[in-house]
């Protein structure tokens, strides 16, 4: 459980998979040109490679007191722009965050971990938002 508040009608409750989700939603727009890996960059299994997150463990969402700090791994392929890449996904999981779960996004950090074409080239490329 990543929040959790109790209200006089009920209890509000937001898991890390939400937020997870968000993310997977975010990558998926990139058409299969971004995959979200481990730090070491691994896809997880299939599902990943499409773009899905199958693996909310890869990710790492934290609130803290001045709101959430998310940080998560991606491949990219060759000939995709890092910068375009990264600048659109950290808007965009900022921004479906706050409106979504009503909470404070702290920071969002997308490290690339590799440029994938025929092999996975190594990077460690951390881009913070």
Known sequence: M???VEARD???SIDKNVVGKIIAKAVEQFGGKVLIS???GR???FAAKIGVADDISYMEINLEKNGLDIRFYILIRFGTSINRVTEQLISTVKKNTEEITGLEV???AVVVTGMVSKQTARRNIEVKG
């Open 2 to 4: 990543l929040y959790k």
């Open 10 to 12: 009920g209890s509000i």
């Open 38 to 40: 481990n730090h070491r």
């Open 43 to 45: 896809v997880a299994g």
């Open 106 to 108: 702290n920071s969002v």
